[in-house]
């Protein structure tokens, strides 16, 4: 049976109407889901009983479970079960201003990337609405606290699940909901050129990320193979006509990999294709996996200052959670 928290506002509307019911209930039944946090159907007071009964027999509550934690210092990981027994994962950071939840999107990914631990396992399915929203619930309930922001960059592609991801966004977003601002929200992509352009138009505030990592064809085809399918060209022209659609300012993420993609060389192609364009860059210092070959940049500094001299904005991003492997590129649905 599909989870409740599959449905958007509109959606539970919708579903009210075609039962014959009221419209109003959603704005009930949201408050029940996400601010009182009900733990069974039956514990819901201001709607009917046989209205309940109706819910019960289409939907149930949870469809995942939080089966292990891990913490260090400013960072927890959660593994959790899914209704059919695969795992994913999610990380929580403690910033100071604020914890941010990096959430999975897919049960493994398709994406291929050759230094991402996490994409070693192929697809196996799209993670439902439901299941992106119960990690943030289940942490905040195991947290006693809420959780400010979110991106979508732990396991999966988001834009290679578009409907539920933006689905989520949606409710996550809604002020009846969880209310978690849009410019709290940030998606991250490998640069699926089509859904760029259709996220232009997906008319919430949220921030977009492009996993960029290589300032050239020849380079980003040997370590992203989706660069085969939307070569830089055309990113980079969807990055700005979401730019003109959205005047959002773009985030570009670069993993830093030693003697791959450090050298002056690589600074220099960056910033002529970053020229004129409102972004700023996310340099990443790479966190080694004992799978893959490739190793950290000691170059990190250098790179940046060349960047700094051509006046892109630039900061290298915090190391987090590497003892418990749930830095980025680490996190893999392993055995429980
Ligand atoms: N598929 C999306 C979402 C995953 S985000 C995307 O590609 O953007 C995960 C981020 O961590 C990406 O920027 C990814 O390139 C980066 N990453 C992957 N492996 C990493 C590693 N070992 N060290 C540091 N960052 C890594």
Known sequence: MTSIYNLTREDLENYFLSINSKKFHADQLFDWLYVKRVKSFDD???IKKEVLEEIKKNYILNNIKIVNVEKDKDVNKYLFELSDGEHIEAVLMFHDYGTSICISSQ????????????????????????????????????????????VVMGIGEPFDNYENVTDFIKIIN?????AIGSRHITLSTCGIAPKIREFAHFPYQVNLALSLHAPNDELRNKIMPINKAYPLKEVMDALKYYYDETNRRITFEYIMLENINDSAKEAQEL???LKGM??????????????????????????????????????????????ISAACGQLRSKEV
């Open 278 to 323: 409102n972004c700023y860059i996310n340099l990443i210092p790479y966190n080694e996996t004992n799978n893959i070959d490739f190793k950290k940049s000691n170059n990190i500094d250098v790179f940046k200052n060349e960047l700094i001299k051509k006046g892109i904005n630039v900061t290298v991003r915090r190391e987090f959670g590497s003892k």
């Open 107 to 150: 049960v493994g990914c398709n994406m291929g990337c050759k230094f991402c631990e996490s994409g070693r396992r192929k697809k196996v399915r799209n993670l439902e609405v439901s299941e992106m929203v119960l990690q943030i619930l289940l942490i905040e309930e195991e947290l006693g606290s809420r959780i400010s922001h979110v």
């Open 271 to 273: 910033c002529s294709l």
């Open 44 to 46: 819901v007071t201001n």
């Open 174 to 178: 809604h002020p009846k909901s969880l």
